[in-house]
């Protein structure tokens, strides 16, 4: 029977090789050769990147074996054919083996889905740099995806004051009706949300299908 590779622990693991520095090297672009069997698709990502080096320079070396096979970095690589580079920065990954590298590939894209954005310094952020003049675009965000992040939305909250009477209920647009008891403690998050225009009806049962009626048409 065969056994299963011992798991390394975090103590006998080997220190990062980083002791005699990145070596960082310029490379024709064309003597660079994908990995055939990349998993990642990275087509729709190749102009936003292309965007990003005409802006601000190739600022993060591209990854590669001895053989010149990409390891990390092949948006980087055909962004860099779209924009017509004759060279690109690349450091040889001399210390991994073929099975490290294949690893590594994986997860150089997967650990960087782990993060996620915080919203409200996300918008200053993204504020801070429209404020300089900066194209907000060139950064990956559409149009669109930034009309929704950075304009002021109209979100109204009717008599905030008021307790709940017998036959008060919230009408929420785009979320199924709910009675107001169900979301009490989620009120002021409900009331912040961007895409969410909240309204106090304290109508009756029979007004409120009225007011859902008048409201889809």
Known sequence: MS?????????????PAFAGGL?????????????EKNPRVNDAAV???????????????????????IVCGHTRWLAAKQLGLQTVPC????????AQLRAYR???NKTGELSDWDPVRLVDELAAVQAEGI????????????TALLEPRDVRLID????????????????????????????????????????VCANSE????????????
């Not at 299963?4 to 006998?12: E, G, K, L, N, V």
């Not at 090297?25 to 994908?34: A, F, L, M, V």
């Open 3 to 15: 056994k299963r590779p011992a798991q390394r622990t975090s103590s006998d693991r080997r220190a």
């Open 23 to 35: 070596t960082i090297e310029q490379r024709p672009t064309g003597s660079i050769k994908p990995y």
């Open 47 to 69: 102009e936003k990147v292309a965007d990003s080096i005409r802006e601000f320079g190739f600022r993060q070396p591209i990854v590669i074996d001895v053989a010149g096979v």
């Open 91 to 98: 450091h040889v990954a001399l210390d991994l083996t073929p």
């Open 106 to 108: 994986l997860a150089d």
């Open 135 to 146: 194209d907000a675009t060139l950064l990956g965000w559409t149009d669109d995806e930034l």
């Open 160 to 199: 905030r004051e008021v307790r709940e009477p017998p036959t008060m209920t919230w009408v929420l647009i785009g979320i199924p009706t709910v009675r107001y008891s169900e979301i009490a403690g989620e009120v002021e998050r409900i009331a912040a949300a961007p895409d969410v225009l909240c309204e």
């Open 206 to 217: 029979a007004e409120l299908g009225q007011c859902s009626e008048d409201r889809q048409r």
